[in-house]
């Protein structure tokens, strides 16, 4: 099982940025696709985004098109999500998770590990 810690977390102005880290441990880093989750109080958790094992393919949920991108780098087994122009609607604990199921990277049901989660806050 792979173990998953996000980082990156805190409080930012409407517009600012932040980078999420997530550092993976326990396994083949590059067997597992990536994704980013959120959750708002009161909310399901939602898709942020995802990327493929080898870095070349990303998805993205509309809202955060354009502004959030992921990226990884296998060599350091982290994975990472830019978050820029955020929006107090961005407010969530964001959760990384990793999954063997390749062609299915949009819902959370593909995923088996899980991050701790960290708090991303933003202040209109």
């Known amino acids: 099982q792979v173990q998953l810690v996000e980082s990156g977390g805190g409080l930012v102005q409407a517009g600012g940025s932040l980078r999420l880290s997530c550092a993976a441990s326990g396994r083949t880093f590059t067997n597992y696709a990536m994704g980013w989750f959120r959750q708002a109080p009161g909310k399901e958790r939602e898709f942020v985004g995802a990327?493929?094992?080898?870095?070349?393919?990303?998805y993205y949920a509309d809202p955060v098109k354009g502004r959030f991108t992921i990226s990884r780098d296998n060599a350091k087994n982290t994975v990472y999500l830019q978050m820029n122009s955020l929006k107090p609607e961005d407010t969530a604990v964001y959760y990384c998770a990793a999954t063997l199921d390749h062609l299915n990277m949009v819902s959370h049901m593909s995923y088996h590990a899980w991050g701790q989660g960290t708090q991303v806050t933003v202040s209109s």
């Open positions: 990327i493929s094992w080898s870095g070349i393919s990303t």
